[in-house]
């Protein structure tokens, strides 16, 4: 069974501070698929990164970085010089093969961001 | 533009009927999902489809239906056997799931 951890329920910055958001996975596939989705207030999942298990290349984007390291099962997200902008929940995810052959994609419970202006 | 369209956005359900959620896709994707969302519980996958005229049950499907007779559209029904029903309950679709899904905007069900 696949699993995504987030540890941080909530984290509160001071804006124009430095974020890192956490994410902790199980699984026992060798090829699989980690994911950001960032939530808004208004509801809807944006998609932020798609990172393959055989890429352990860091990826910067803007302000947003992320992560990747085998080793500790983690793929972190670290949010540069934070935004009010970037205040919402965060999930991080997993893809993976389930019994029947399909592929199968396990969330985290999210990391709400609060960023104070 | 495409995207995924999900209708109502609000839905208010007496107990003991059912309701049905429309979602529809214009992005020519074959995979499509349907997750509910409680707080503190992240995103539980209901039923997802890989192709047209099939499709699997997720981690928590009682007490729902889906249909899937057409690439674009994978409507979810709530049926009086589901004893929690009221949740935000999201739409997805994909290439394959290995790909970024996108979603839609979401319904919110809620139970009077």
């Known amino acids: 069974a696949q699993k995504v951890t987030q540890a941080q329920t909530e984290i509160s910055v001071v804006e124009k501070e430095d974020v890192t958001l956490d994410c902790v996975y199980e699984?026992?596939?060798?090829?699989?698929?980690l994911f950001w989705y960032k939530q808004p207030p208004s509801g809807e999942l944006v998609f932020l990164i798609r990172?393959?298990?055989?890429?352990?290349q860091n990826e910067i984007s803007g302000r947003y970085s992320w992560n990747f390291q085998k080793s500790t099962s983690s793929f972190n997200f670290t949010i540069t010089a934070s935004q009010v902008v970037d205040s919402a929940v965060y999930f991080c995810?997993?893809?993976?093969?389930?019994?029947?052959?399909?592929?199968?994609?396990?969330f985290g419970i999210g990391t709400k961001l609060q960023v104070i202006p | 533009d495409g995207g995924i369209t999900q209708s109502p956005k609000y839905l208010f359900r007496k107990e003991g009927q059912n309701v049905t959620l429309s979602c529809e896709q214009n992005?020519?994707?074959?995979?499509m999902y349907w997750y509910r969302q409680d707080p503190g519980q992240g995103l539980r996958l209901i039923y997802y489809?890989?192709?047209?005229?099939?499709?699997q049950k997720g981690d928590i499907a009682e007490g729902y239906s889906v249909s899937r007779e057409k690439k674009e559209s994978f409507p979810l029904t709530v049926t009086s056997a589901q004893k929690n029903p009221t949740a935000f309950y999201l739409c997805?679709?994909?290439?394959?799931?290995?790909?970024?899904?996108?979603f839609g905007s979401g319904t919110r069900l809620t139970v009077v």
């Open positions: 992005l020519n994707h074959d995979a």
């Open positions: 995810a997993l893809s993976g093969l389930t019994s029947g052959g399909y592929q199968k994609v396990t």
């Open positions: 489809s890989q192709i047209v005229n099939d499709f």
């Open positions: 997805a679709s994909s290439m394959a799931s290995n790909y970024g899904y996108t």
């Open positions: 990172r393959n298990s055989f890429d352990e």
């Open positions: 699984t026992r596939d060798t090829t699989y698929y």
